[in-house]
């Protein structure tokens, strides 16, 4: 069973939106960690690894709508959820 599969459930996309961002980093065993990466353009990275785990790397000093807003796009990506279309501009790249 996949990762995305195992989070497409119909209460999880929701609240991806109206959960508190802590309870959906506990929720799907992701570690929010301070990224060193300092070009404004980048807005943080969802890394899966077998031995570390879920990470959620964001830049410190964000605003915290900013972060809050990144990290819901980043996770919903991440985990292959069904999320709310990005606005124009904003992508996310997986790798």
């Given at each position: 069973?996949?990762?995305?599969?195992?989070y497409?459930?119909?209460?999880?996309?929701?609240?991806?939106?109206?959960?508190p961002?802590?309870?959906?980093?506990?929720?799907?065993?992701?570690?929010?960690?301070?990224s060193?990466?300092?070009?404004p353009?980048?807005?943080?990275?969802?890394?899966?690894?077998?031995?570390?785990?879920r990470?959620?790397?964001?830049?410190?000093g964000?605003?915290?709508?900013?972060?809050?807003?990144?990290?819901?796009?980043?996770?919903?990506?991440?985990?292959?959820?069904?999320?709310?279309?990005?606005?124009?501009?904003?992508?996310?790249?997986?790798?």
């Amino acid at each position: 069973m996949s990762v995305a599969s195992t989070y497409r459930r119909p209460y999880v996309v929701p609240r991806l939106l109206t959960a508190p961002l802590p309870e959906l980093l506990t929720h799907f065993e992701v570690e929010l960690t301070d990224s060193t990466v300092a070009d404004p353009g980048f807005l943080g990275a969802f890394v899966e690894h077998p031995a570390s785990g879920r990470r959620l790397l964001m830049p410190a000093g964000r605003s915290t709508f900013e972060r809050d807003t990144a990290a819901r796009m980043l996770l919903a990506a991440g985990l292959g959820l069904d999320g709310p279309p990005l606005p124009p501009g904003l992508e996310v790249t997986q790798l």
